[in-house]
């Protein structure tokens, strides 16, 4: 039964309050109790008391629809901990808005001229909206220039995160409408990504990379010769735990430029691990996801293929602090195994074995996969400086 509290409840009408939602719940089917929250404004002590003793005849009550002052009341007071509240959220359109950025979880629109929102391809996505403003806040604590939701707010079927990002511009419109901004715009995603796999990570805050990467190996194995299967497992077994932060979704649309500060967005991919990891995440944004279909990196980072070759090449020379080509071809290799890795996982999960063209695709990236595992032995690399990665 779903019963409607308006106005306020507090001492002076708390009892009532209490006798006529008794009264109304007199000869109702038994079943979960749900009060909706819209219409009210505010609920003292007294009135918290009243919630306190209904949970207690009805233990799958829940709260919905509750504005943001109520909400705040039964936060404070551990109300949140104790029974399902829903919060009433403002609804926002995204119709005929700009996108800014496009990821693996979310779409980034910007719905005026000092925000943008974040709307979520899940649904149901309360918890992952949750997890990343958690993470999005120890990035920030631990140094990470980044912009941290405000808001959630109802968009369409779904949910999204409100920021504000003042004029802001993304790498991927710089380098569509400055070409020749290149140079510059690969030196800051350099310097970003230094300064994020420079930062170590409090244990157990962040997801393990290697685990998940071993599950993309455990899954692609079973389409693999059995030789490359199992040696696909081994290079990524062997592959040492670290606890330096990695963003996981590392590409232009996800660096933005906000008054003369670059800021990271899109922070829910946030883990821990080994550069490697990242490396082939960045390889699949500007060069993997195209390799089959040219159009596909026009269509996610707004620039053609050949720009997206050229800022990988630019980028991971800048990165290992070297010019020597081998060396670059020596670890984008290595980035290859686990971007094919990660493509193939990715592409099989969403059915692309049920068309041609997906056939087609898959048998690229198997293909090249298969030809890079008899070529390399490591994941592993060693920077410029001489330290091992």
């Known amino acids: 039964m779903t019963i409607e509290l308006k106005g306020r409840i507090d001492s002076f009408n708390a009892a009532d309050t209490e006798k006529d939602i008794l009264a109304q719940l007199e000869g109702a089917a038994a079943g979960p109790l749900t009060l909706d929250l819209e219409n009210l404004a505010y609920i003292s002590s007294a009135g918290l008391r009243v919630l306190l003793r209904l949970k207690k005849k009805y233990p799958d009550m829940k709260l919905i629809n509750v504005n943001s002052e109520v909400y705040e009341i039964l936060d404070m007071t551990g109300f949140t901990e104790m029974m399902p509240v829903e919060k009433a959220y403002r609804v926002v359109s995204i119709e005929g808005c700009e996108v800014i950025g496009r990821g693996s979880n979310g779409t980034i629109y910007r719905i005026d001229r000092d925000n943008v929102v974040k709307v979520y391809n899940n649904a149901d996505a309360l918890a992952d909206i949750r997890h990343e403003r958690e993470v999005a806040k120890l990035a920030l604590v631990l140094g990470i220039p980044t912009a941290i939701s405000y808001d959630v707010v109802r968009v369409g079927n779904s949910y999204g995160s409100v920021f504000e990002l003042l004029n802001a511009r993304s790498f991927s419109s710089i380098l569509v409408q400055d070409p020749g901004k290149m140079d510059w715009c690969v030196e800051e995603f350099v310097k970003m990504l230094k300064k994020i796999h420079g930062t170590r990570v409090p244990a157990g805050k962040l997801e393990d990379m290697k685990k998940t990467a ?104 800048a990165y290992l602090g070297t010019d020597d080509e081998q060396k670059i071809t020596d670890v984008e290799n290595k980035a290859r195994i686990i971007g094919y890795t990660r493509l193939l996982r990715r592409n099989i999960r969403r059915g692309s074995l049920a068309t041609e063209a997906g056939r087609a695709e898959l048998r690229l990236w198997r293909g090249e996969l298969l030809s890079l595992l008899k070529i390399c032995d490591t994941l592993l690399f060693t920077a410029d400086d001489g330290k091992d990665q």
Not at 254 to 279: A, C, K, W
Not at 293 to 310: A, K, L, N, P, S
């Open 214 to 317: 071993l599950g993309w190996a455990e899954y692609v194995r079973e389409h693999l010769p059995e030789e490359a299967g199992r040696k696909l497992i081994s290079l990524v077994e062997e592959v040492p735990f670290s606890d330096h932060m990695l963003h996981g979704d590392y590409h232009t649309n996800n660096l933005e430029l906000m008054d003369g500060e670059v800021l990271l967005i899109d922070m829910d991919t946030l883990s821990t691990g080994h550069p490697i990891f990242e490396l082939g995440s960045i390889f699949n944004a500007f060069c993997g996801f195209s390799e089959y279909d040219h159009e596909v990196i026009r269509r996610f980072q707004g620039f053609d293929r050949e720009t997206g070759v050229t800022f990988w090449r630019k980028f991971l020379a």
